[in-house]
């Protein structure tokens, strides 16, 4: 076993799917994203790509608000992780969105385009800075 990997049972706290539902938001954004981007430039169906963002948007809702709760958490770790980890995703979501509008995506498609790569941006880091925090000392 890993120095560094816990051993079962020493600290193991149950913490909320904090990691879950930020993924499973993940996933509804990168599947409406595919579903726009087979469009462009043309106009895409805008329903289905709605009802994935806004799937997503209750998901990071729902993770953050547990994510508020976990009492006796690394919250300095979490911090530090997810920092370094938004920026690098708003830089893949900022060359993301210039792609859509340098295709000419324009008006209700780019709206939410842009809202879905705010998810992308926030939930992948979110994912990353919980699963390392989980692990770490608490502050």
Same mark, same amino acid.
């Given at each position: 076993?890993?120095?560094?990997?816990? !051993?079962?049972? #020493?600290?193991?706290?149950?913490?909320?799917?904090?990691? @879950?539902?930020?993924?499973?938001? %993940? +996933?509804c954004v990168v599947v409406g994203g $595919? &579903? %726009?981007? #087979?469009? =462009?430039?043309?106009?895409?169906? &805008?329903?289905?790509?709605t009802t994935l963002l806004v799937v997503? =948007? /209750? %998901?990071? /809702? $729902?993770?953050?608000?547990? %994510?508020?709760?976990?009492?006796?958490?690394? @919250?300095?770790?979490?911090?530090l992780v997810f920092k370094w980890a938004?920026?690098?995703?708003?830089?893949?979501?900022?060359?993301? !969105?210039?792609?859509? /509008?340098?295709?000419?995506?324009?008006?209700?498609?780019?709206? $939410?385009?842009?809202?879905?790569?705010?998810?992308?941006? #926030? #939930?992948?880091?979110?994912?990353?800075?919980?699963?390392? +925090?989980?692990?770490? !000392? +608490?502050?």
């Open positions: 076993m890993s120095a560094h990997a816990p !051993e079962l049972g #020493s600290r193991y706290q149950p913490v909320p799917p904090v990691g @879950w539902l930020s993924t499973g938001a %993940l +996933a $595919i &579903l %726009l981007a #087979s469009y =462009a430039p043309r106009v895409a169906p &805008l329903a289905a790509a997503a =948007a /209750v %998901l990071m /809702v $729902i993770a953050g608000t547990l %994510l508020t709760r976990i009492k006796n958490f690394a @919250w300095t770790t979490f911090a938004l920026l690098a995703y708003a830089i893949t979501a900022g060359m993301i !969105e210039f792609a859509f /509008v340098h295709d000419h995506t324009r008006g209700s498609s780019l709206v $939410i385009v842009t809202l879905m790569l705010v998810i992308f941006a #926030s #939930s992948v880091p979110t994912t990353i800075a919980f699963t390392v +925090a989980r692990f770490a !000392e +608490a502050n």
